[in-house]
């Protein structure tokens, strides 16, 4: 049916005078009711009004008798107009009818109202005096509070939110308070001047960072818009004094985790007493330290964290994972291989019922261990057992890696053509995968020892993008293969050229120089160049302690070698720390670091070659 045009406004008046009844009907007689803390900044969405058919039902006896409600026929239509005139496009006279009207009748509704409009026609000022308005008015009100704050913060007024945002944590139950902290730091982090957002929230805290129960926490949520504000130091120095006053708070560790780095080293130091500290520490922050430690290639002490959390936790699924690769990348290949598969046991049980992102987020993990375990078994060269697992992955991107191992296991196998077929079979949705595409091609040629076709694929891509460093260091790297050390030199310096933050280039150059016994002091300043880039990278401090054992530095080579092995005890890092100590008369140790090399990887072909040189048979 249509309305006339006077019959649709006489509609609309009376929806809108419906909407006026409700709101006051609806208004709560305890403002101060407790409820879960509302976000500070986050606006309120405005009411959305619902006509219901209502039936009237006996009351129990024990229900108070209905109150008389104030609104007077001259307070309906005051706020009927106020409505009518800020939907006709004056907000300003709706505004002060509604808030007048929320004044009279002392209505938390109608107060939120006012504040919608203002807020609607961008007069942050008449939302605040709406907000302030309804404070007075209301004074036990949490929600007036609240949007006082939020609109404080909108409005930049950072320094006038020390006593609401004070009375708003007292008011709030300590089951509530984590959640309100949070709030707290993400909503100060917006204000413009973080500094003073900072000051702000630890004068507003004064009480709770004195509280053996709350400080912890307290002090993280000052910690954390320190260095929101660029005050690193400051936020340490928040960290340390929340983990003294509250020792059992995983807060503080958690802020100080995010602080690890070689030029925090007071940081990590909070993280690791907590953990030692507390029996029952959170299992998820442990995690977040293996990960950390696994950025910084730290792998041991990565897999001693995930294995105190699988020893004290065995039910959680991701930890098992995350060790299971570790263990993997160790070549603890037992090891791996039962970490990963009680990772998809446990994965296979927990996630029923999961929510659809963790549900996502647990499928990945177990494709990723299909992977893994597939990769083992193509280690012990069970080609069969390989390709069960990978007919198990499933998911878009698993299944290309998935078909890249499975390319990798025809080459493997000498079907070298069928492998290059599979790879060049995968889809191609970005330019990205066209690329990733190419260099598993490269590398299947690679690893089957074909390195003049390898290198030709490469130089035809080179040629077509030749500023593109990835195919240029895996060129430089193939024309090594071939003996081309001149080309290989050209290209990486290119490279630096391109990319001059690139440690591959310089300690790939530097390395070159050293392992030929040439140029020995440019090979170690490229090499320091490197370590400079990478501190914290294993296979450059190899590199840096064999051109250190050429320039006759041996001791020092041995101290640095030493020390990479311990980080990563790779095969090739070994060959070349068991030389060192070979050649100081130390043929014992020697023999059973290269022993340890070859039950790792015993087809390394640096280690062959250091072994059939020095004519051992460890």
Known sequence: MNLSPRRHRLAAAASLALLACAVHAQSSSDPAAPGSPAPIIERTSPPKPAVRPRTVAAKPASEPAAQPSALTA????????????????????????????????RDGKLFQRAVEIALQSRSGDAALAAARAWQESLPTSRDARRIELQILIALNRISETVEPLRAEVAATSQIERPLLMAVITRNYSRASDKKLAASVVEQALVDELKSPTSGGMAWATVGRLRLNAGDASGALEAARKGQEIDPTSDAPAALALEMIDPGQPLAEPIVTRYLNNNPKAAPDLRVAYARVLVENRRYGDASTQLQAVTTSRPELAEPWLLLGSLQMQAKQDAAAEASLKRFIELSGSQGKGAAAADADDRKRGVSQAYLALAQLAERRKDFAAAERWLARVDGADELVAAQSRRAGLLAR?????????????????????????????????RDAKQYQAAYDML????????????????????AEKLNRLDEMERLLRRLIQL???????????????????????????????????????????????????????TAEAIRILEAAYKTRPDPEIGAHFGEVLWSTGQKDRAVTIWKEALLSDAENETLQETLKRLRVKP
Not at 431 to 441: G, I, R, S, W
Not at 459 to 472: E, I, M
Request: net charge negative.
């Open 459 to 478: 130089a035809q891509a080179s040629a077509a993008t030749p500023d593109d460093a990835d195919l240029v260091y895996d060129q430089a790297m193939i």
């Open 499 to 553: 990319k001059p933050d690139s440690q591959n280039a310089y300690n790939a150059l530097g390395y070159s120089f050293a392992d030929r016994k040439i140029r020995l002091e440019e090979a170690r300043t490229l090499i320091q160049k490197a370590v400079q880039l990478a501190p914290e990278d294993p296979f450059i401090a190899d590199s840096l302690g064999w051109v250190e054992f050429r320039l006759g530095n």
């Open 74 to 105: 001259d307070l309906f239509y005051e706020i009927l107009m106020g409505e009518l005139t800020t939907r006709s496009g004056d907000p300003g006279s709706g505004y002060a009818l509604v808030l007048d009207a929320a004044r009279r009748l």
């Open 413 to 445: 196998q000498g079907k070298l053509a069928q492998a290059r077929e599979v790879i060049r079979g995968l889809p191609e949705r970005t330019p990205e995968d066209k690329k990733q595409k190419f260099l598993a091609e490269v590398q299947l040629l």
